[in-house]
């Protein structure tokens, strides 16, 4: 540890900061330092002042439930809530005033990623997936059926690829439709007069809407590329007659790339596994790569080395005749952890200090090299540096956040509002007085959103003493989800983030489902979301066809007139009706149980924080942190109301450990948890949350993974 002031920092961060983060951000690493002490003395004991009012509340809520068991009575719940003051009255007239806002951020909707920063090569997908090839996602995924001779060979399948083609042309006429005739019957496409010109054989037509055609690249009279435009969202057609599929094209098509992600949540949070200063460097040194446009992956991909960067910009010609410059790459926002984390990356008279305090200084002075344009490219061109904030419990702790802004930026020589903040929607305090925290940061917010797994796992916590909960799938069709899921557009729309903010909608889990997420992600833009979540960039692609077909602000100003969910809605509680059979609940058990190890077992045992997960029926899902706790926190309730009792939890847990060493058995860095059951970190890691869950504060996880993480990495030598 280096000693500086009152703190001691580990050599690996020492290190970053004084020779990769400082230099060429106007900040040296000393005065780095002395801002960091001085903000973590000021408003550290602060934080935790705010984590005891969570323990606080939590204690009351537990009493009234129990003193209240099997006798609800929810007009008397409601009045209690809002006498210990966790349900709070909304202010009058929420309107933010957030500005220099990018148009990703405050008027294009559009698909979003998430990624784990602590892995290079996927933060540097999710940067490029500002563009996705239609082409590639179609021929690659179940959304082109094997029917016909039709499936995905190891060479090109011919019949596969007249289907993906057929799909391309009917989207193009959804997209842009011709004024006579269809993109399918194209034989060339031309810029006459600063008109697209579309030849039909013998015929000549034009688009339906002229003012879809966006621009062009190379000649005029043969055009390599053709850019259309709906909803902000731009389509480019690569046209090239040389190229395998556009030689045998009738207009020479080789593929149409889609306007894709338009922005990326770099995370440092719920996607990655990072315990100590060491896991800590990689995160924030892939974030600073990413800001300073340096960031470069290598990998092996067969027999071949490949390797990463950020794509550059777009350049084609304006119908107009002018210049056109459309960006390469996605705007990111950064997501820090929570703040009831702590790290001893640096400590304080030996005491680890608040996690998010050190986030934010590092991820925003990375910004800062973006502000400077110290790198080949440009994130933010309306200058702002984008931080989301996660698992905010109440309008208090969103104040503390704002005010922990403004003393970062104040410290590291950026202006006033420069940070701007994402509020994850994610906590039932925070559901319950979602104006009042957007409120709080009116200057500021520029992101608001759902999270179905985290948000019920808070549900059943807070809920914990009131009952066993329904069954974890039938959650999704409970009142106060449904409730969950307007209200928060509602409340958005109604502070003002239309064209100003984003409202954001969850992830898509199944990666290998694309054909169900085309057939059932639509709804998100049509809820009047103006993000959604998916897990790659070929998701990225397929969802952005909803935000093509479905006007988000259009949908918006139908839904601003609706009624706003009550409040009764919001806070029923979901709990379990009627009986369950011995086998419904065993199914239920066991599919919890499977879905914790099989994260666990990878979280714990192999520092991986987010991958594709195979299910109890071998459907692979993209999971991370809120996976166990909305599982761990499911089997809490269960165990602590007697549903199943903790012999049958253990038997579950190991016959699922079975299950879950069979479904890895191909991965040679795999440690298999049977039979050795107690030397396997990975497992008691997964029979603690459980059997700990219900005294976990707020159920969250992170204290039992990095403890056993910790002591994971110890035993492997690292």
Known sequence: MVRIGSLEIAQPLHDFVETSLTPGSGIPAADFWAALET???????????????????QDQIDAYLVANRGSHDHVDYLR????????????ADVAIATSKVDTEIAGTAGAQLVVPLDNARYALNAANARWGSLYDALYGTDVISNEGGAGADDGYNPARGKKVIAWGRAFLDSLAPLADGSHADATGYAVVGGALQVSLGETATVLADRGQFAGYAGDAAAPTNVLLRKHGLHADIRIDRTDNIGKDDGAGVADIDLESAVSSIMDCEDSVSAVDADDKVVVYGNWLGLMKGDLVSTFQKG??????????????????????????????????VGHHLTTDAVTMNGEPIYETILDCFVTALAGKHDLLGNGEFCNSRAGSIYIVKPKMHGADEVAWAVELFGRV????????????????????????????AIDQARE????????F????GDEIHTDMEAGPMRKKGDMKSATWLLAYEDANVDTGLAAGMQNRAQIGKGMWAKPSEMAEMLATKAGHPQSGATCAWVPSPTAATLHSTHYFDTNVAARQEEIHRRAPRSVDDLTTIP????????GEIQTELDNNCQSILGYVVRWVGQGVGCSTVPDIDDVGLMEDLATLRISSQHVANWLHHGLVDEARVREAMQRMALAVDGQNADDDAYEPMAPDYEASIPFQAAVALVLHGRVQKNGYTEAILRDHRRRQKVSQGD
Do not use: Q, W
């Open 575 to 582: 709990l379990l009706s009627g009986t369950l059979t011995e």
């Open 453 to 456: 797994l985290d948000r019920t």
């Open 409 to 436: 930026e104040a410290s590291l020589g950026l202006d006033p509002n420069t940070l701007k903040m994402g509020i994850m929607d994610e906590e039932r305090r925070t559901s319950l007085n979602l104006a009042a």
């Open 80 to 91: 209690f809530l809002r006498e210990i003051g966790y349900l709070e009255d909304a202010p």
């Open 444 to 451: 500021r917010v520029v992101f608001i959103n759902t999270g």
């Open 303 to 336: 027999h071949e080395t490949m390797e990463r960067r950020l794509n550059r910009d777009r350049v084609y010609t304006a119908s107009d005749g002018s210049e056109l410059v459309l960006p390469g790459r996605a705007c990111m926002l950064v997501r820090n």
């Open 39 to 57: 903000v973590f003395v000021d408003m550290g004991p602060r934080n935790a002042v705010l984590l005891a009012r969570r323990d606080e509340l």
